[in-house]
Structures are given as C-alpha cells and as structure tokens.
C-alpha cells in the first residue's frame, strides 16, 4: 500500500509499504476513505530532526473496517467507521471518566509501531473502544465533515467545553486555523453570546462570522489585548480558547480573560514554561484547563448533529489532493494559502 512519511523539516514523501496486519487480538485493518492534514503535523514540519526511517503521518481518518481481530467486538468487515485521533480501549476508569487522551492502554497514531492515518490503510489498536460506526445510507458529501469528528471539529468543541461556554457567557478564540474557527462553531452551539475571533486571514475570519463569531480583532500583542478589552467594557471574557499553541498566544490569553474566567489550550504547547504568577493567572482567580481532546467521548452526539443537519463542520476544508500529492498538502497549509487540506487515496 502507499502511506506518508516526514524525514525531515519540509520532507514529505509518499511511499510503498507492506499492508497492516494484525498484530494483537485486539486489533483491526481500516481502509482509509478520507483523511487530512492535521495543523499539528506542521509543527514537526517546521523543526522535526532528520530520520533515516521517517516518521508515519496523519491521525485524522475515516473508512471501512477490512479485518477485526479475535477479541474484537461490536466490529465487522465492512463497517463504515471513524476513528478519533488517538486510539482507547474505552472501557478503563480514566477513559469512563472522559478523558480517552490519556488511557493507559492507548496510544496514538503514527508511533510505538502504528501506522498513520495519511496512508491506504491503518492498523486500529484497542479497536472495539476507539472506532466508532456511522450506518450506511447518509449523503456522501456529509463525508468530509464526519471526518471533522475524527479531530477537527472535536478539538474545538473540548476547548468550549472545558472553558465551560455557555448561554450568555462571552468568549474570545485566539488563532484563526481550523481548530479555533471550530470553536466558534461549537461556542457558538453551546449558546456563547458574545465571540470574539482574534485572527488576520480574511478568508478564515469571514467562515468565522458565518459560524458566529461577532467580532473579528487582526491585531496581536498588546494592542490585540486592547481592543478586546475595549469591546468587552475593560473586563476580557468569561472563556478564552488558545487554539495557537505558541507563547504569544497564551499571553494574549491571559491578557484578556476576564477575572474569574478560564483559559482552554487546544494549540499544542510548544514550549514548557509559561506564566501562572500574580500578573497572569493569580490576580485575576483566572483558571487554566485544555489539552488533547478526548474526542472519542463526544463523537456520537456530534455523529448525530452532522447527519441530521445541525452543524456542517466540514466547511474548514478548502483543498483536496490524492494520497500521492500529500506534500502539496502541507506546503500548501504551512504557506497559508489553505486552511485545511483533505487527502483521498
């Protein structure tokens, strides 16, 4: 089959592999139907070291289920599934408590030997617990917002729903990509009254407005500060989600959250130490929470909301490439001349 491998910073390449086999009892084969790039792939884009062997890509997919192991329940040949980003066995005391992320018998794609999702096909750790099925007859062009749910989408919607977003609350979403116009969508489902999109891309900000963002602030730094402390009465807001993932974004964070507020981190941190002192989060009885979505605890209801029309999550993707020109993908997203690139194989 063919998957993609990253070598190095900028090298992409799409190469012919052995198909997936099943290695435990408790795995099965997904032929992949649709994937996609993920934003988080263009951080070891930029600085990951260089490899001999290269590393599988992708963790967002969606398909049919070809082979199940002999433990594996509640799955057969011919499934249509989607699979979270990031495999559980859903069934352990940290996963009933929702936080599949951090399961003790999880993993995630694209490393300790599994394959990624940018590929022909994957192999599904923990399958009974991490695949979740979608029945057969919904409208084809539904496709690529389902795939939202496999990470996308979902990652918004936990940044929402660990700041707490409610009916009346306001919220301000730092980072203009995909998953922070997806947390637009999901604030704005979750009854947010004010949401204030902090991002410069046009483009990006306009599907932003369409999905209820009620301001749109270019500005960053102190002055990006500023102006949402103007339009919030000096205050900041109840939530404010990072989406961004480096240190100005989070500085922003705490600049205009709102005394007593929260801040969500979706963006993954790249750096270690960050402000918690007085002037950040202590004054202000400011909380902190967020971190790799456990998407695989909201994704039936989301299933439901997609399928019946509520949301259209989907939007986020404005290119498409087959499997072999997966590298245009990613230029294309590090360049900023796309949001979100799907990959069919």
Same mark, same amino acid.
């Given at each position: 089959?063919?998957?993609?491998?990253m070598y190095?910073?900028g090298?992409?390449? *799409?190469?012919?592999?052995?198909?997936?086999?099943?290695?435990?009892?408790?795995?099965?084969?997904v032929r992949v139907?649709l994937?996609?790039?993920?934003?988080s792939?263009l951080?070891?884009?930029?600085?990951?070291?260089k490899t001999?062997? +290269? %590393?599988?890509?992708?963790h967002?997919?969606?398909g049919?289920?070809?082979?199940?192991g002999? =433990?594996?329940?509640?799955l057969?040949?011919?499934?249509?599934?989607?699979?979270?980003? %990031?495999?559980?066995d859903n069934t352990?005391a &940290?996963c009933?408590?929702?936080f599949?992320?951090?399961?003790?018998?999880? +993993?995630?794609?694209?490393v300790g030997?599994?394959?990624?999702g940018?590929?022909e096909?994957?192999?599904?750790p923990q399958?009974a617990g991490t695949?979740v099925?979608?029945?057969?007859?919904?409208?084809? %062009?539904l496709?690529p917002?389902l795939?939202?749910?496999s990470d996308?989408?979902?990652? +918004?919607?936990h940044?929402?729903h660990?700041g707490?977003?409610?009916a009346?609350k306001?919220?301000?979403? &730092?980072?203009?990509g995909? *998953?922070g116009?997806s %947390?637009?969508?999901?604030?704005k489902?979750?009854g947010a009254e004010q949401i &204030?999109?902090?991002g410069?891309?046009?483009a990006?900000?306009?599907?932003g407005?369409?999905? +209820? $963002?009620?301001d749109?602030?270019?500005?960053?730094g102190?002055?990006g500060?500023a102006?949402?402390?103007d339009l919030t009465g000096?205050?900041?807001?109840?939530?404010?989600?990072?989406a961004?993932g480096?240190?100005? $974004?989070y500085e922003?964070a705490?600049?205009? *959250?709102r005394?007593g507020?929260?801040?969500?981190?979706?963006?993954?941190?790249?750096? =270690?130490?960050?402000p918690v002192?007085?002037?950040?989060?202590?004054?202000k009885?400011a909380g902190?929470?967020?971190g790799?979505?456990?998407?695989?605890?909201?994704?039936?209801d989301?299933i439901?909301?997609?399928?019946?029309?509520?949301?259209?999550p989907g939007?986020?993707?404005d290119?498409e490439?087959?499997l072999d020109?997966?590298a245009?993908?990613?230029?294309m997203?590090?360049?900023?001349t796309?949001?979100?690139?799907?990959?069919?194989?």
């Amino acid at each position: 089959m063919r998957a993609t491998f990253m070598y190095g910073p900028g090298d992409v390449r *799409v190469e012919t592999v052995p198909d997936p086999q099943i290695v435990e009892p408790t795995d099965a084969i997904v032929r992949v139907t649709l994937a996609c790039v993920c934003g988080s792939d263009l951080h070891p884009y930029h600085s990951m070291e260089k490899t001999e062997q +290269g %590393a599988p890509m992708g963790h967002e997919f969606l398909g049919v289920v070809e082979e199940v192991g002999a =433990e594996v329940t509640g799955l057969k040949p011919g499934d249509f599934v989607i699979s979270p980003f %990031a495999y559980a066995d859903n069934t352990c005391a &940290i996963c009933r408590d929702g936080f599949q992320t951090a399961c003790p018998h999880g +993993g995630w794609y694209g490393v300790g030997g599994v394959g990624g999702g940018q590929a022909e096909a994957v192999r599904v750790p923990q399958a009974a617990g991490t695949l979740v099925k979608v029945l057969s007859g919904f409208d084809q %062009a539904l496709l690529p917002s389902l795939l939202t749910l496999s990470d996308v989408y979902l990652t +918004g919607y936990h940044a929402a729903h660990m700041g707490r977003v409610e009916a009346g609350k306001s919220v301000t979403v &730092i980072g203009d990509g995909a *998953v922070g116009l997806s %947390a637009v969508l999901a604030a704005k489902r979750l009854g947010a009254e004010q949401i &204030i999109l902090m991002g410069r891309h046009t483009a990006r900000t306009d599907l932003g407005r369409d999905w +209820g $963002a009620t301001d749109v602030i270019p500005e960053r730094g102190e002055e990006g500060v500023a102006k949402v402390l103007d339009l919030t009465g000096g205050e900041g807001t109840h939530v404010v989600v990072e989406a961004v993932g480096h240190m100005p $974004a989070y500085e922003q964070a705490y600049g205009v *959250v709102r005394p007593g507020g929260i801040i969500s981190r979706v963006g993954i941190p790249q750096y =270690e130490e960050a402000p918690v002192g007085f002037n950040s989060l202590f004054r202000k009885n400011a909380g902190l929470t967020g971190g790799p979505a456990p998407v695989r605890a909201y994704i039936e209801d989301a299933i439901t909301d997609v399928l019946e029309g509520r949301i259209n999550p989907g939007r986020v993707f404005d290119a498409e490439v087959s499997l072999d020109q997966t590298a245009n993908a990613y230029r294309m997203m590090d360049d900023r001349t796309r949001l979100k690139a799907l990959v069919r194989p």
